[in-house]
Structure formats: structure tokens, C-alpha cells
């Protein structure tokens, strides 16, 4: 539940502070006060997207609050690491050059895990949710909504993806004579050019070393000429002068015992020269090679580089696509075969896929007279006793007779008056009768969804007289068990509020300023009554205003001793 909204330099608004309740929370006030700025400053910290203008003029930034009950939001927030107390406080900062940021219970998050938070807290209808309705594309997603349970639809997509997979590799194998041997050529070609390399994991390194080795040899060579000469070489040498040391100190160690460690030090280091010198003549015989191997090191080096530049692979990469080369070229040799096998599956998938798509269907059309007989008890308490409402189901037209959302075409239509045929929302029904269709599938999916907080922007469009009365019946009766908040133009709608919230705009220095009012029983019956009235209010419409009002408590104590 929404619990407080701080509202600071958006729009018109320089600072509002205000507390919800729960039940029906309604916002009234004259036409471009500024109530869509409030629900829009809700939008905004929830998520949504925003720009500069939404940011006072003058103003460096916009800032809104808002302060939630944590209930139902306990899992998402452990997921992402975020520690709530008693309130979870969201933040959104909106800068003149229209950069924003994001904060929960201050640990800042992206726009995108706001938006994935705020479908846990608030489900808000605005003015265009009566043209989504009209848009027949999304009645499959509405009635699934309702009745289908996502194991179920998870179901089918698991079978309708694997058919598509297969159908995707056959398509792959599936080409002309033509182009299939001038696949083959192009792959046969450049599997033997790559065979001709003989490439080896690593070889590039290592020749390019030994060229690089040889590039220098005789400098080297003369090196380790002479430091093996003075090792090992010379008439004396280090090798034989560290023996000859160690014998003597071995002889002096037979008097001065001390002495035994310094003589085993210099055996060890004799025996380590003659290692080292017997290192050094291996890599010398080593860099005797004979006078084309430079040459032949060079080919090499140029052939892969060649290959590489060609293929746009460096050496472990043109190993790997010689083996896809000869992958590719085994599926076109035997891509008959394989095809023949892939249409046997395809074809088993295809009876899978029917069979589940036909399962779907059934649930659907359960779900759809459930739907209907909700719908038209919802209507027919909205004031639209002759209406009737029905899920209209057509097989998919083509073949295979299913696609990724099932076998269903899926259509609402209905009909509002007495004797008229069913046809299509969009062709039939007017505005109030859109606001009022979607006020009653709201309130049929509520039933079903853990959201605590609905929004309705206007949901009165195109309605007046009885129908607004039993719209305004109808919120606070999914007001029990929800906290809504509603903006309205109609005083029947206004007059069942248990919170109310007047919107007032007024000018001082030149500038315009919003303020959010709440309302007591006085201030009440004075907005009501200039909702019937306008500024001319009399004591006439401040009585109709009070015996509204005295109605609508009745009908509550009627309502909730039912409960």
C-alpha cells in the first residue's frame, strides 16, 4: 500500500506532501490544476520513463518520494540485496538536463529494476488503457491472463519451440541443386587449402621464434663460443680452476676441519659449470642448421599469415573452421538423409504441438465462459443491464494451424443495448462504455493479482448520471480489498471516497502554484458541490451535495455489514 508521495518542483507542483489511506482515495479539482501531475510524479518515481519538462520551470531538479508497506516485496528485495525496515522508500531525482536517478531504501538501482519493483506495488489503468482494449491483439493476452496458469503456457512454448528449431534446421538444408554445389565447391576448396597448411596449435609461435633465432646466429654463435671456451675450453678454465680450488681446500680440510663445507661448496659448483658448459655446446649444435631452413622459416611464417588475413582467424581459429568447413560440407553431402530424418521429427513435433496447442484451446474456452459470466455480472452492476459480452474463438487460419501463442484467434465482442448483434469492441462500444469494460476486467483480475494499489486515471471518460454512480459503487467496492486511488471529474464518483484530495491551482507572484488539499466532511460537501455547480455555489447544491454524500455512507454500512 502507498503510504505518503513527496512531490517537490515537478510541473506546477513546487512541494506537496501527501498520505494515503486505505480504500478509495479520491483527487478532484478544476481542469489542469494538476491531477495527472500527481499520478504522473507516481509514474515517474515507479519508473517510468521522464524528460526535462516534467521538471519545474527555473527548477534544478525534480524530486518525488514515495513510501510503500514492504509486504509482498520481501523476496524481490532480498534477491537484490536491498534492506528494508518498516517502509519501503522509493526515490526518483530528475535533473533540468533531464538525467535521473533511482533510489531504494538509499541503495541506488537502474530505471529498469524500479519498473520491475513497481509491478509488485501498483497497478495504474491511464487514459489509454480503454484504446489497448480496442486492440484485438492483445484479447488472447487478457483472457490468458485471467484463466491460463504460466506452467501451462510455459508448456506449450517448450513444444512449439522445439517444432520451430527443427523447422529452422530443415529450412537451413533445404536449398537448389544450384547453390548447393556451389556451396560444396566454395567448402571443398577451402577445406583443401587449409589441409594443404597442415596447421598445428601453436606452430605460428614457434617459427616465428626460430626464425627470429637463426635471424641472429652468427652473433650468437660467436657468444656462446667463447663463454664455453672459458668454461670449459681454455687451458684454463673456470671449470678446471674451480676443481683444482676444491681439491686444495679439500687437502686443507684435513687440518682445519672448518674448512670441509667451503671445499663440498665449491665441488657443487664446479659439477654446476660443467652443466652449464655442456648446456651451451647442445643449443650451439643447435643453431647449425642447414642454408634453407631460414628460407623455408619464412614461407611458413607467410603462408599463415596469409591464411590468417584471408580468413580473418588467427591459427587456432582457422583449425576450428577447418573442422566447420568439413561439418558444413558432410550436412550438404548427406543433407538428403538428414532431411529426410528432420521431416520425420518435424512432423512428430507438428502432432505434439497440435495436441498441446488443442489442450491450450480447451483451457481457453474454460476460461473464457468464466470470464464472460464475470464480465457481464461486473457490467450489468455498471449500469448496463442488456449488455452482453463474449470471447469470440477462431481456428488460425494456415498451416501448420498453430503458431508460438497456440491455435487460437481470439477476439472480445459484445453487444450494449437489447437486440443488437455481437460485434467488435472497437465498433461497438463508446467511451463510457470502454471505461466501464475496463473497470470490470480490472476488477475481475484484481482477484488474482497481489498488486496492493490501483491507480485509475480518469476512469469516468464518456460516463455520467446512474453509470457514474455505479462506477463510483464499483471502486469502493474493489477498494475493500485494495487500495485504489481514482482522479475524477464526477461528483457520484467523488462522493465515495474515504480519503479525499482536492487539487488546487492558484497564481502569486506571478507564478502558478499547486497544492494538494485533503478534505474533511465540510470540505467535502464544498467540492462536491462545485463539481455539480461550478463557482455558483448556493445552498441548494450544498444540500444535494450533503444528502450525496449521506447516501453513499448508507450504501457503505449496507455494503460492509455484507462482508
Same mark, same amino acid.
Given at each position: 500500500?502507498?503510504?505518503?508521495?513527496?512531490? $517537490?518542483?515537478?510541473?506546477?507542483?513546487?512541494?506537496?506532501?501527501?498520505?494515503?489511506?486505505?480504500?478509495?482515495?479520491?483527487?478532484?479539482?478544476?481542469?489542469?490544476?494538476?491531477?495527472?501531475?500527481?499520478?504522473?510524479?507516481?509514474?515517474?518515481?515507479?519508473?517510468?520513463?521522464?524528460?526535462?519538462?516534467?521538471?519545474?520551470?527555473?527548477?534544478?531538479?525534480?524530486?518525488?518520494?514515495?513510501?510503500?508497506?514492504?509486504?509482498?516485496?520481501?523476496?524481490?528485495?532480498?534477491?537484490?540485496?536491498?534492506?528494508?525496515?518498516?517502509?519501503?522508500?522509493?526515490?526518483?531525482?530528475?535533473?533540468?538536463?533531464?538525467?535521473?536517478?533511482?533510489?531504494?531504501?538509499?541503495?541506488?538501482?537502474?530505471?529498469?529494476?524500479?519498473?520491475?519493483?513497481?509491478?509488485?506495488?501498483?497497478?495504474?489503468?491511464?487514459?489509454?488503457?480503454?484504446?489497448?482494449?480496442?486492440?484485438?491483439?492483445?484479447?488472447? *493476452? &487478457?483472457?490468458?491472463?485471467?484463466?491460463?496458469?504460466?506452467?501451462?503456457?510455459?508448456?506449450?512454448?517448450?513444444?512449439?519451440?522445439?517444432?520451430?528449431?527443427?523447422?529452422?534446421?530443415?529450412?537451413?538444408?533445404?536449398?537448389?541443386?544450384?547453390?548447393? *554445389?556451389?556451396?560444396?565447391?566454395?567448402?571443398?576448396?577451402?577445406?583443401?587449402?587449409?589441409?594443404?597448411?597442415?596447421?598445428?596449435?601453436?606452430?605460428?609461435?614457434?617459427?616465428?621464434?626460430?626464425?627470429?633465432?637463426?635471424?641472429?646466429?652468427?652473433?650468437?654463435? $660467436?657468444?656462446?663460443?667463447?663463454?664455453?671456451?672459458?668454461?670449459?675450453?681454455? $687451458?684454463?678454465?673456470?671449470?678446471?680452476?674451480?676443481?683444482?680450488?676444491?681439491?686444495?681446500?679439500?687437502?686443507?680440510?684435513?687440518?682445519?676441519?672448518?674448512?670441509?663445507?667451503?671445499?663440498?661448496?665449491?665441488?657443487?659448483?664446479?659439477?654446476?659449470?660443467?652443466?652449464?658448459?655442456?648446456?651451451?655446446?647442445?643449443?650451439?649444435?643447435?643453431?647449425?642448421?642447414?642454408?634453407?631452413?631460414?628460407?623455408?622459416?619464412?614461407?611458413?611464417?607467410?603462408?599463415?599469415?596469409?591464411?590468417?588475413?584471408?580468413?580473418?582467424?588467427?591459427?587456432?581459429?582457422?583449425?576450428?573452421?577447418?573442422?566447420?568447413?568439413?561439418?558444413?560440407?558432410?550436412?550438404?553431402? &548427406?543433407?538428403?538423409?538428414?532431411?529426410?530424418?528432420?521431416?520425420?521429427?518435424?512432423?512428430?513435433?507438428?502432432?505434439?504441438?497440435?495436441?498441446?496447442?488443442?489442450?491450450?484451446?480447451?483451457?481457453?474456452?474454460?476460461?473464457?465462459?468464466?470470464?464472460?459470466?464475470?464480465?457481464?455480472?461486473?457490467?450489468?452492476?455498471?449500469?448496463?443491464?442488456?449488455?452482453?459480452?463474449?470471447?469470440?474463438?477462431?481456428?488460425?487460419?494456415?498451416?501448420?494451424?498453430?503458431?508460438?501463442?497456440?491455435?487460437?484467434?481470439?477476439?472480445?465482442?459484445?453487444?450494449?443495448?437489447?437486440?443488437?448483434?455481437?460485434?467488435?469492441?472497437?465498433?461497438?462500444?463508446?467511451?463510457?462504455?470502454?471505461?466501464?469494460?475496463?473497470?470490470?476486467?480490472?476488477?475481475?483480475?484484481?482477484?488474482?493479482?497481489?498488486?496492493?494499489?490501483?491507480?485509475?486515471?480518469?476512469?469516468?471518460?464518456?460516463?455520467?448520471?446512474?453509470?457514474?454512480?455505479?462506477?463510483?459503487?464499483?471502486?469502493?467496492?474493489?477498494?475493500?480489498?485494495?487500495?485504489?486511488?481514482?482522479?475524477?471529474?464526477?461528483?457520484?464518483?467523488?462522493?465515495?471516497?474515504?480519503?479525499?484530495?482536492?487539487?488546487?491551482?492558484?497564481?502569486?507572484?506571478?507564478?502558478?502554484?499547486?497544492?494538494?488539499?485533503?478534505?474533511?466532511?465540510?470540505?467535502?460537501? /464544498?467540492?462536491?458541490?462545485?463539481?455539480?455547480?461550478?463557482?455558483?455555489?448556493?445552498?441548494?447544491?450544498?444540500?444535494?451535495?450533503?444528502?450525496?454524500?449521506?447516501?453513499?455512507? /448508507?450504501?457503505?454500512?449496507?455494503?460492509?455489514?455484507?462482508?
Amino acid at each position: 500500500m502507498l503510504n505518503e508521495l513527496h512531490i $517537490e518542483n515537478i510541473a506546477v507542483i513546487e512541494r506537496a506532501d501527501i498520505s494515503f489511506g486505505r480504500g478509495l482515495n479520491i483527487l478532484t479539482g478544476e481542469t489542469g490544476a494538476g491531477k495527472s501531475i500527481v499520478i504522473d510524479s507516481l509514474g515517474a518515481v515507479l519508473g517510468e520513463r521522464v524528460s526535462r519538462e516534467l521538471v519545474r520551470h527555473g527548477a534544478e531538479k525534480g524530486l518525488v518520494t514515495a513510501a510503500f508497506d514492504v509486504e509482498g516485496c520481501e523476496r524481490w528485495l532480498e534477491e537484490n540485496e536491498i534492506e528494508a525496515d518498516d517502509e519501503l522508500i522509493i526515490q526518483r531525482r530528475i535533473s533540468a538536463d533531464g538525467k535521473s536517478s533511482c533510489r531504494i531504501c538509499g541503495s541506488p538501482v537502474t530505471a529498469a529494476q524500479l519498473k520491475e519493483l513497481a509491478s509488485l506495488l501498483v497497478d495504474i489503468h491511464g487514459q489509454n488503457d480503454g484504446r489497448q482494449l480496442m486492440d484485438e491483439r492483445r484479447h488472447r *493476452e &487478457y483472457l490468458d491472463r485471467f484463466g491460463i496458469s504460466t506452467e501451462e503456457l510455459n508448456a506449450y512454448k517448450s513444444c512449439y519451440q522445439q517444432y520451430a528449431a527443427i523447422k529452422k534446421e530443415l529450412s537451413s538444408l533445404e536449398m537448389d541443386e544450384i547453390e548447393k *554445389e556451389r556451396l560444396s565447391d566454395s567448402l571443398r576448396y577451402q577445406i583443401e587449402e587449409l589441409e594443404r597448411a597442415a596447421l598445428k596449435a601453436g606452430e605460428y609461435d614457434s617459427v616465428c621464434a626460430r626464425r627470429d633465432l637463426l635471424h641472429n646466429a652468427e652473433k650468437l654463435s $660467436e657468444s656462446l663460443d667463447t663463454a664455453i671456451a672459458m668454461l670449459s675450453g681454455e $687451458e684454463e678454465n673456470a671449470l678446471s680452476l674451480t676443481q683444482n680450488a676444491a681439491y686444495y681446500i679439500g687437502k686443507a680440510s684435513a687440518y682445519a676441519p672448518e674448512l670441509e663445507n667451503t671445499a663440498q661448496t665449491l665441488n657443487n659448483a664446479a659439477f654446476s659449470l660443467s652443466d652449464a658448459a655442456e648446456t651451451l655446446r647442445d643449443f650451439r649444435e643447435s643453431l647449425d642448421f642447414s642454408p634453407g631452413e631460414y628460407d623455408s622459416l619464412e614461407s611458413r611464417i607467410s603462408l599463415l599469415n596469409k591464411l590468417q588475413r584471408k580468413y580473418g582467424r588467427d591459427e587456432d581459429g582457422l583449425i576450428e573452421y577447418l573442422a566447420e568447413c568439413r561439418q558444413k560440407l558432410d550436412n550438404i553431402q &548427406y543433407a538428403d538423409e538428414r532431411s529426410e530424418k528432420l521431416k520425420k521429427e518435424l512432423k512428430e513435433a507438428e502432432t505434439v504441438c497440435l495436441k498441446a496447442a488443442d489442450h491450450l484451446s480447451r483451457l481457453r474456452h474454460n476460461a473464457a465462459r468464466i470470464l464472460e459470466e464475470r464480465i457481464i455480472s461486473e457490467l450489468r452492476q455498471l449500469n448496463m443491464p442488456s449488455v452482453r459480452f463474449a470471447v469470440a474463438f477462431s481456428a488460425l487460419s494456415g498451416s501448420p494451424g498453430f503458431d508460438a501463442n497456440g491455435c487460437d484467434e481470439i477476439r472480445f465482442v459484445m453487444s450494449a443495448n437489447a437486440g443488437e448483434e455481437l460485434g467488435r469492441i472497437s465498433r461497438i462500444a463508446s467511451g463510457g462504455e470502454l471505461s466501464r469494460i475496463m473497470l470490470a476486467m480490472k476488477n475481475v483480475f484484481a482477484e488474482k493479482d497481489p498488486v496492493a494499489t490501483m491507480v485509475f486515471d480518469e476512469i469516468d471518460t464518456g460516463v455520467s448520471g446512474i453509470a457514474a454512480q455505479r462506477v463510483g459503487e464499483k471502486l469502493y467496492t474493489v477498494a475493500l480489498g485494495k487500495q485504489v486511488m481514482c482522479v475524477t471529474h464526477l461528483p457520484q464518483i467523488a462522493a465515495m471516497a474515504d480519503q479525499h484530495y482536492l487539487i488546487r491551482k492558484q497564481e502569486r507572484s506571478g507564478r502558478t502554484y499547486t497544492e494538494v488539499l485533503p478534505l474533511d466532511r465540510d470540505g467535502r460537501r /464544498h467540492e462536491l458541490a462545485r463539481l455539480h455547480g461550478g463557482d455558483n455555489i448556493t445552498e441548494t447544491t450544498l444540500l444535494s451535495a450533503e444528502e450525496q454524500l449521506s447516501a453513499c455512507e /448508507h450504501f457503505k454500512v449496507g455494503l460492509n455489514a455484507k462482508q
